[in-house]
């Protein structure tokens, strides 16, 4: 049966880094499952320093959309994160928030079927205010919705504030 934990907080609040420990607690050789598209030059770096410090003991996958196409049973797999992924969703269907978030429903339930323990990783963009334009407003709106989906199905969540978790449910 499938273990779902949600790790939730603003940005560098310390989710990575808590759910890179907890995988490693759970799992002597866990997945790290990267939905983040490639931008630029600086984006690339970023991305290849980062598989650089996460160390061997780690199996990376990059995956934009379709997690469940990589078979994780009885794996720890780390997804990091929610937000880039729904980022993916979000533009590829024009802004459009109901389809997105449709989407990125039927998937998250395809990707969570088999045995294995899920560690999301997300953000909560929705505490800053409110976003100035309306495209920021619809993904705002999108993230917090799918925010809660997850949330709903978790086992486990967890808020980081200033690197330290509190434990929500």
């Not at 759910?19 to 607690?25: G, H, I, V």
């Not at 334009?133 to 993230?143: C, E, G, M, V, W």
Request: charged letters at 25%; one cysteine or more.
């Amino acid at each position: 049966m499938a273990q779902i934990i949600l790790i939730t907080g603003g940005q560098r609040s310390g989710k990575s880094s808590f759910a890179q420990k907890m995988a490693l607690q759970l799992s002597e050789k866990p997945i790290y499952l990267a939905t983040s598209r490639i931008w630029d030059d600086e984006h690339q770096q970023r991305i290849n320093r980062h598989k650089a410090d996460r160390g061997p003991e780690w199996t990376n996958i990059e995956e934009e959309k379709q997690l469940s196409k990589h078979n994780i049973d009885k794996r720890v797999v780390l997804i990091d994160c929610v937000t880039l992924w729904l980022t993916n969703f979000f533009f590829d269907n024009d802004s459009n928030i109901d389809k997105s978030l449709n989407e990125a429903k039927l998937e998250l339930e395809k990707f969570t079927q088999p045995n294995a323990t899920f560690i999301f990783v997300t953000n909560e963009i929705g505490l800053g205010g409110m976003p100035e334009n309306a495209i920021q407003r619809k993904f705002t709106d999108l993230q917090g919705w799918m925010n809660q989906h997850i949330a709903s199905i978790a086992n486990e969540v967890h808020l980081m504030v200033s690197g330290i978790p509190i434990k929500v449910k």
